[in-house]
């Protein structure tokens, strides 16, 4: 991180700077980016008892990735059922929270059980910043060697990550969601465009539209003018206390997929009172699964609902 903090200081930005606005607010947006979480990796402090492992090698990229997979507490004991799938970018810093809040969502009757795959990088010396930039980024970030690779992971995602969970376990692909924040939530509104058909249920929690210079602005008007329709449920998200530069950007990208009028696009934009880019995460994801699984909820009552009508029955 120190390096990107050194790189914004030596733009010297001062008045007759010949530096470029948009330079300026690309490089602010990959601070903030690679800001995001800033932890040191650890082996596995991220994960529930009982989360499973894959390691996965792409010759495309020439890195090793790791999944992590939570089953339903009904997997073992229910043999013919199929479970529709979360797959959530940045696992180590987002599956424990992800974990729980389904958990709770399940508890209430909201949503039925699923299982969770999260992404993420092997060894506890990873360097998440550096590799999350290569992979989620759709355009190559000046003086960062390796960046814009977001279809070569998507493609990952098709072709590797995703038939090793559906063959390994029993998942209904026809109920795909694929979630991510900050970066990776700019990296879910790409694959919306580029592959809607992919997953068809997308969260993007403060997503860093305004990454590459504004790329998935110019992305989103290409396809608008090729595509009536966009058949998918969408979340999007921020938090109301993130710094401007930021924030601004993904409230202008809310308007334009509101304006559009998408056929078939279920969309959902929302912010989070007193959010910043850390704390937005927690409520990002619930409403964000709850949204994407809207057509698809239980039709159960608040669990609470039998025990005072037992003790009312008493």
Same mark, same amino acid.
């Not at 797959?87 to 958990?103: K, N, R, S």
């Given at each position: 991180?120190?390096?990107?903090?050194?790189?914004?200081?030596?733009?010297?930005?001062?008045?007759?700077?010949?530096?470029?606005?948009?330079?300026?607010?690309?490089?602010?947006? *990959?601070? &903030?980016?690679?800001?995001?979480?800033?932890?040191?990796?650890?082996?596995?402090?991220?994960?529930?008892?009982?989360?499973?492992?894959?390691?996965?090698?792409?010759? /495309? *990229?020439?890195?090793?990735?790791?999944?992590? #997979?939570?089953?339903?507490?009904?997997?073992?004991? =229910?043999?013919?059922?199929?479970?529709?799938?979360?797959?959530?970018?940045?696992?180590?810093?987002?599956?424990?929270?992800?974990?729980? %809040?389904?958990?709770?969502?399940?508890?209430?009757?909201?949503?039925?059980?699923?299982?969770?795959?999260?992404?993420?990088?092997?060894? /506890?010396?990873?360097?998440?910043?550096?590799?999350?930039?290569?992979?989620?980024?759709?355009?190559?970030?000046?003086?960062?060697?390796?960046?814009?690779?977001?279809? #070569?992971?998507?493609?990952?995602?098709?072709?590797?990550?995703?038939?090793?969970?559906?063959?390994?376990?029993?998942?209904?692909?026809?109920?795909? #969601?694929?979630?991510?924040?900050?970066?990776? @939530?700019?990296?879910?509104?790409?694959?919306?465009?580029?592959?809607?058909?992919?997953?068809?249920?997308?969260?993007? %929690?403060?997503? @860093? #539209?305004?990454?590459?210079?504004?790329?998935?602005?110019?992305?989103?008007?290409?396809?608008?003018?090729?595509? /009536?329709?966009?058949?998918?449920?969408?979340? *999007?998200?921020?938090?109301?206390?993130?710094?401007? &530069?930021?924030?601004?950007?993904?409230?202008?990208?809310?308007? %334009?997929?509101?304006?559009?009028?998408?056929?078939?696009?279920? &969309?959902?934009?929302?912010?989070?009172?007193?959010?910043?880019?850390?704390?937005?995460?927690?409520?990002?994801?619930?409403?964000? &699964?709850?949204?994407?699984?809207?057509?698809?909820? *239980?039709?159960?009552?608040?669990?609470?609902? =039998?025990?005072?009508?037992?003790?009312?029955?008493?």
């Amino acid at each position: 991180m120190r390096q990107y903090v050194r790189s914004l200081r030596n733009m010297n930005i001062k008045k007759g700077n010949p530096m470029t606005a948009k330079r300026f607010l690309l490089s602010i947006s *990959t601070m &903030l980016l690679l800001a995001s979480q800033i932890v040191s990796a650890t082996e596995h402090y991220f994960v529930a008892p009982g989360t499973n492992f894959h390691q996965v090698y792409s010759e /495309k *990229t020439e890195r090793h990735y790791e999944l992590l #997979v939570t089953l339903p507490s009904s997997y073992s004991s =229910s043999p013919d059922r199929h479970y529709p799938v979360i797959y959530l970018t940045d696992a180590q810093w987002h599956m424990a929270l992800v974990t729980e %809040i389904l958990g709770k969502l399940n508890y209430d009757n909201h949503l039925h059980e699923m299982i969770i795959v999260g992404v993420s990088y092997p060894g /506890k010396d990873a360097n998440y910043d550096q590799l999350r930039l290569k992979d989620m980024t759709p355009l190559a970030i000046p003086d960062i060697p390796g960046t814009g690779s977001a279809d #070569v992971f998507l493609d990952i995602f098709e072709n590797q990550f995703m038939p090793l969970i559906e063959k390994k376990y029993r998942v209904n692909s026809e109920v795909r #969601v694929l979630g991510g924040v900050s970066l990776g @939530g700019m990296f879910s509104l790409y694959a919306a465009f580029k592959k809607p058909d992919l997953f068809k249920r997308y969260i993007a %929690i403060t997503p @860093g #539209v305004i990454a590459n210079d504004g790329y998935l602005f110019d992305y989103e008007e290409s396809y608008s003018k090729k595509h /009536k329709s966009l058949p998918i449920r969408l979340f *999007t998200t921020y938090g109301e206390d993130e710094y401007p &530069l930021f924030k601004d950007p993904i409230l202008k990208f809310q308007n %334009i997929l509101h304006s559009r009028n998408y056929e078939g696009l279920s &969309l959902r934009n929302h912010s989070v009172e007193e959010g910043r880019h850390g704390s937005v995460s927690i409520e990002g994801w619930m409403h964000g &699964l709850l949204w994407v699984f809207k057509d698809r909820r *239980t039709g159960k009552p608040d669990p609470l609902k =039998s025990m005072f009508d037992a003790m009312n029955s008493e």
